[in-house]
């Protein structure tokens, strides 16, 4: 019996992306762009469920044992409503979120701080429109893959890296969780 390793929501998602969102996918230019246009009139994760789409997108996520997580149905909503707005897909590392790097590039920085710092403080249910506003600056380009993992691990780890990498560090700091040796005094 071969042992399958479970996909990630980052290969769940970057998959479901280019299947309905991607305008050179299989469903065509037509209708990724009057997904797109739905998407753009959200104003609640939960409203995200009147697409078929996003149906599409937690069956897929259920199958692979996410739906059983403590992740409620309003991070899948807000996934699909999300990255059904992202226009082109642009690939990043594991580790760092393009968006957040995105975000803080330039001078002023493409998002001001401000606005950035009301989207890191928001909670997942009030997350859609801070976001949508935030990733129109950065014209709808990032990894879908990583932003949908980032939305469905929301949390202060997540909330951390993207304050990190929004201020210009691209790496995380390495944290011992040894004790330093005790130097006698």
């Known amino acids: 019996m071969a042992d399958t390793a479970k996909p990630s929501v980052?290969?769940?998602?970057?998959?479901w992306w280019r299947q309905f969102c991607d305008p050179e996918g299989p469903v065509g230019?037509?209708?990724?762009?009057?997904?797109?246009?739905?998407c753009r009139r959200l104003r609640t994760p939960a409203e995200a469920y009147t697409l078929e789409q996003t149906a599409a997108l937690h069956r897929i996520l259920?199958?692979?044992?996410?739906?059983?997580?403590d992740r409620p149905y309003d991070r899948v909503?807000?996934?699909?409503?999300?990255?059904?707005?992202?226009?082109?897909?642009?690939?990043?590392?594991?580790?760092?979120?393009?968006a957040a790097v995105r975000m803080g590039r330039g001078d002023p920085?493409?998002?001001?701080?401000?606005?950035?710092?009301?989207?890191?403080?928001?909670?997942?249910?009030?997350?859609?429109?801070?976001?949508?506003r935030a990733l129109s600056q950065i014209e709808f380009k990032c990894?879908?893959?990583?932003?949908?993992?980032?939305?469905?691990?929301?949390?202060?780890?997540?909330?951390?890296?993207?304050?990190?990498q929004y201020y210009g560090?691209?790496?995380?700091?390495?944290?011992?969780?040894t004790a330093p040796e005790e130097t006698p005094a």
């Open 10 to 15: 980052a290969a769940i998602a970057s998959q």
């Open 109 to 132: 920085p493409t998002v001001s701080p401000m606005r950035f710092q009301k989207l890191i403080r928001s909670d997942v249910r009030d997350l859609m429109t801070p976001l949508r």
């Open 169 to 177: 560090d691209t790496q995380l700091p390495q944290i011992s969780t």
């Open 29 to 38: 230019h037509g209708s990724a762009r009057a997904f797109r246009a739905a």
């Open 62 to 69: 259920a199958a692979e044992g996410y739906g059983q997580s």
């Open 143 to 164: 990894s879908p893959g990583r932003l949908a993992s980032d939305l469905f691990y929301w949390g202060d780890d997540v909330k951390a890296r993207w304050c990190l």
């Open 77 to 98: 909503g807000l996934i699909a409503g999300l990255l059904g707005q992202v226009e082109r897909f642009e690939a990043d590392s594991h580790e760092k979120s393009l």
